[in-house]
């Protein structure tokens, strides 16, 4: 088993999020992984999996969702499944920082985040670029702009 306290596990900087993974595909044999999320920032630009659902749990503040052509804003407690081919994107409530877990089901986007951030990418506009790049790789396609709060 796995046993993670708080704020362990492998941290990614992603530009407006501090992203920790709790589990990854590796470690369930490729059925699920999990991170914490920390939305500090902006959320990505709407998006489409092509191979996975994705769950969100809140853990503590607002999070605004656009999932299909539905806007809501989820609170701490809240959960919000997205399947895989639903159009989706997210963003902090207020330019108020939010925590969140995040459930890739079956694995594998979780590599994407590791992939598409390094040491030389620090600002927005370079994560997006990289990140658009990787996109296909990950069976994902963008779909739009980000939601704004």
Known sequence: GIILGHDEGKVV?????????????????????MAEVHLKGDGPPQHIHLAEDESFYIVEG???FLVGEKTFVAKAGAFVLVPKGTPHTFTRVEQKPA?????YSPAGFEKFFDEAVD?????????????????????????????EG
Do not use: R
């Not at 992203?19 to 992984?33: M, P």
């Not at 925590?99 to 459930?103: A, E, G, I, P, S």
């Not at 030389?120 to 990787?134: H, N, P, R, S």
């Open 119 to 147: 040491l030389d990418v620090t600002d927005t506009e370079t994560y997006v670029v990289k990140a658009e790049a990787l996109a296909k790789k990950y069976n994902m396609q963008v779909t739009g702009p980000p939601l």
């Open 13 to 33: 900087l992603v530009p407006g999020h501090k992203i920790i993974h709790k589990v990854s595909g590796e470690d369930t044999g490729g059925a699920y992984s």
């Open 99 to 103: 925590k969140f877990l995040v459930v």
């Open 62 to 64: 607002e999070v605004k």
